[in-house]
């Protein structure tokens, strides 16, 4: 191993929005909530956790090794993994996504492997099977992405860097959702004019960021393809986003498939709308955390590297 690699990294990864209404799959927001994903090289084979509290990552940490390996073309090595931060796990905000960008981005630095951020993007999207959070989580900001409809594979993304003018509120209540459950809840089939309404709310919220004209956002989501099935599963959830709305937010959604729930509003309005969303969970008995968050522009970074 050459005396210039590092034995240890440590990435920084932020938290994402998926979907943002009526965007399902394909629109995702990085957000300035971070996961610190911290690899050290071992002499041993796959993943060993550093503390207890870093063993439930480990099948997804080996999962994304796996194929970091076969893309890299780099041989094989052993790792202890930690995980720290706080990017809530099941709570729609891509908990998962900073796991497996994390360690894909600190085995790129280890093995002294020349992936891109473009190559991350790619390999992190196979891993999620959709690139909604993928893509934020690798290289920041607002993004569109495109996928093959046949292969899953990701062709393309658009970003778009938002400002310190918009604040995104969100509010996690104490109930896990996993995606597994909340994507089962899904019909296989939508009725005909359920998808042109909501197409025209995805496009109409995706302009709306990329020309900076935000207050176009107000009242924009209308989403028909998730967020009917979606909701109900979570007390509260819906009249915490219309609780929101009417206390000053532009707009709303289920943060990718929940239990979060996101509101876009102006920095000067965002404690108000918290409030005003903690309390709409409480009516219905449950008790939830408030994020008053900006978009983060820049995406997963190496913070630290360090021999051992």
């Given at each position: 191993?050459?005396?210039?690699?590092?034995?240890?990294?440590?990435?920084?990864?932020?938290?994402?929005?998926?979907?943002?209404?009526?965007?399902?799959?394909?629109?995702?927001?990085?957000?300035?909530?971070?996961?610190?994903?911290?690899?050290?090289?071992?002499?041993?084979?796959?993943?060993?956790?550093?503390?207890?509290?870093?063993?439930?990552?480990?099948?997804?940490?080996?999962?994304?090794?796996?194929?970091?390996?076969?893309?890299?073309?780099?041989e094989e090595?052993?790792?202890?993994?930690?995980?720290?931060?706080?990017?809530?796990?099941?709570?729609?905000?891509?908990?998962?996504?900073?796991?497996?960008?994390?360690v894909v981005?600190?085995?790129?630095?280890?093995?002294?492997?020349?992936?891109?951020?473009?190559?991350?993007?790619?390999?992190?999207?196979?891993?999620?099977?959709?690139?909604?959070?993928?893509?934020?989580?690798?290289?920041?900001?607002?993004?569109?992405?495109?996928?093959?409809?046949?292969?899953?594979?990701?062709?393309?993304?658009?970003?778009?860097?938002?400002?310190?003018?918009?604040?995104?509120?969100?509010?996690?209540?104490?109930?896990?959702?996993?995606?597994?459950?909340?994507?089962?809840?899904?019909?296989?089939?939508?009725?005909?004019?359920?998808?042109?309404?909501?197409?025209?709310?995805?496009?109409?919220?995706?302009?709306?960021?990329?020309?900076?004209?935000?207050?176009?956002?107000?009242?924009?989501?209308?989403?028909?393809?998730?967020?009917?099935?979606?909701?109900?599963?979570?007390?509260?959830?819906?009249?915490?986003?219309e609780a929101?709305?009417?206390?000053?937010?532009?707009?709303?959604?289920?943060?990718?498939?929940?239990?979060?729930?996101?509101?876009?509003?102006?920095?000067?309005?965002?404690?108000?709308?918290?409030?005003?969303?903690?309390?709409?969970?409480?009516?219905?008995?449950?008790?939830?955390?408030?994020?008053?968050?900006?978009?983060?522009?820049?995406?997963?970074?190496?913070?630290?590297?360090?021999?051992?």
């Amino acid at each position: 191993m050459s005396k210039k690699l590092p034995n240890r990294v440590t990435v920084r990864v932020p938290g994402s929005t998926s979907n943002c209404g009526s965007g399902f799959d394909s629109l995702g927001l990085a957000l300035s909530i971070y996961n610190d994903i911290t690899l050290s090289r071992g002499d041993w084979s796959g993943a060993r956790p550093l503390t207890d509290r870093d063993t439930a990552g480990l099948g997804m940490a080996d999962e994304a090794a796996a194929l970091f390996f076969v893309r890299a073309g780099v041989e094989e090595f052993g790792y202890e993994l930690s995980i720290s931060g706080e990017v809530p796990m099941s709570r729609g905000l891509g908990s998962s996504v900073t796991l497996r960008a994390g360690v894909v981005a600190a085995l790129n630095e280890l093995a002294g492997a020349k992936l891109s951020k473009d190559d991350l993007c790619s390999l992190v999207t196979q891993l999620e099977g959709h690139p909604d959070n993928a893509t934020p989580a690798v290289i920041g900001g607002f993004c569109v992405a495109r996928c093959d409809p046949h292969t899953g594979e990701l062709l393309g993304v658009l970003r778009k860097p938002i400002g310190k003018d918009l604040c995104f509120v969100v509010v996690s209540p104490d109930q896990e959702l996993e995606t597994k459950k909340a994507r089962g809840i899904l019909p296989k089939e939508l009725p005909y004019f359920d998808a042109i309404k909501s197409v025209n709310s995805a496009v109409y919220v995706t302009a709306a960021i990329l020309s900076g004209e935000y207050d176009r956002l107000r009242d924009a989501v209308r989403d028909f393809l998730h967020e009917p099935y979606r909701l109900p599963l979570i007390p509260g959830a819906k009249n915490a986003i219309e609780a929101g709305v009417v206390t000053g937010a532009l707009t709303g959604w289920l943060s990718g498939s929940g239990s979060s729930v996101l509101c876009v509003a102006r920095p000067a309005k965002a404690a108000k709308v918290a409030r005003a969303m903690v309390a709409a969970f409480a009516a219905h008995k449950l008790s939830a955390t408030p994020h008053l968050l900006f978009a983060d522009n820049n995406g997963l970074r190496v913070v630290k590297r360090s021999k051992l």
